[in-house]
């Protein structure tokens, strides 16, 4: 259960029972960091070679089926901007090149060993001289019998023949090496595609198993998407860093500052506009009383005025009423 959970969560993420609204939030881009970027580009060796004598360890990356539509959905200029291809081709050359070297060291061993086969046997002092006596011999014999022969004495020809080729075969299993387990009759030969030494003894069933097993189709992939990728990227320079999500976040942040100072001069503008105003208001009122006070100086002056020429002409009264009485 454990184990299919951790692969439900690999392929679909851990935010496969979430809601939508959740879901859409949690959702990953195909450059995150936890999302497997060779799993994007179309192979991942740690998965493919999991679990097998190749196994090229722990691997925590998810396989985001949603964050590979969403790299599918690019054109490839826009994937060429970033650097997950180039990356990608340069783990699966190295792996070619440690398979390959593999394979060069089992063909050494596959020559090593036809050469130790077909050695010839290290004699021992007595063989050796026992060896050189049965080949005096049969010189010897041999020409006995030739000489029996051209006299006619063929059945006397005949007995020395026999005793030579019983000599022959005496000097054979003196010759003979003993039984190598290491061959018992068999001769390694070295797979091209995933360096696994097979033999001539192996039955067609396990070749047939080889063959289709997840070791060489793993190989035949990474040899494949590297014959594929290779001229996909030759002549092309390798992207640097911004990638082109990091310049919209920074170009999103930069609208985002220019938004903020447009609202805050927009404020200040607004707020100068008022106190302006209110300036103006103030300067109006101040205005209008300094109107209203020259407006009472002039009542208050004219009021005067009036009081002093009503003064006057009572004394001028007073004064014409003084005379007439004199009178």
């Given at each position: 259960m454990d184990t299919q959970r951790a692969l439900l969560d690999q392929l679909m993420g851990k935010e496969r029972n979430a809601s939508f609204?959740?879901?859409?939030?949690?959702?990953?881009?195909?450059?995150?960091?936890?999302?497997?970027k060779h799993f994007l580009v179309g192979l991942c060796p740690y998965e493919l070679f999991k679990n097998t004598r190749s196994d090229l360890g722990e691997y925590d990356k998810l396989f985001d089926l949603r964050a590979k539509a969403e790299w599918d959905a690019l054109d490839q200029k826009e994937r060429d901007k970033y650097p997950y291809q180039w990356e990608l081709l340069d783990l699966l050359k190295g792996l070619i090149e440690q398979c390959d070297l593999r394979i060069k060291r089992n063909r050494e061993r596959c020559a090593e060993d036809e050469r130790l086969k077909n050695e010839p046997k290290k004699l021992s002092e007595d063989e050796a001289k026992r060896l050189g006596v049965i080949q005096d011999e049969i010189g010897k014999l041999s020409k006995e019998a030739e000489e029996l022969g051209e006299n006619g004495e063929i059945e006397q020809a005949k007995v020395l023949s026999m005793r030579i080729e019983a000599l022959k075969a005496e000097s054979e299993q003196i010759m003979k090496k003993p039984d190598d387990p290491r061959f018992s009759g068999r001769q390694l030969m070295v797979c091209e595609v995933s360096g696994v030494l097979m033999s001539t003894t192996d039955s067609e069933a396990r070749l047939k198993s080889l063959y289709s097993g997840k070791q060489y189709q793993g190989w035949k992939k990474v040899r494949d998407f590297y014959s594929f990728l290779k001229p996909l990227l030759?002549?092309?320079?390798?992207?640097?860093?911004?990638?082109?999500?990091?310049?919209?976040?920074?170009?999103?942040?930069?609208?985002?500052?220019?938004?903020?100072d447009r609202d805050r001069d927009r404020k200040d503008r607004h707020r100068d506009r008022s106190r302006s105003r209110g300036r103006d208001r103030r300067r109006d009122r101040s205005r209008e009383r300094d109107r209203d006070r020259d407006r009472d100086r002039r009542r208050e002056r004219r009021r005067r005025d009036r009081s002093r020429s009503r003064s006057r002409d009572r004394d001028r009264r007073r004064r014409r009423d003084r005379s007439r009485s004199r009178d």
């Open positions: 609204e959740e879901r859409e939030k949690m959702q990953r881009h195909f450059w995150d960091d936890d999302v497997c030759d002549g092309k320079q390798r992207p640097r860093r911004p990638w082109p999500h990091e310049r919209k976040d920074r170009d999103r942040d930069r609208d985002g500052d220019r938004n903020r």
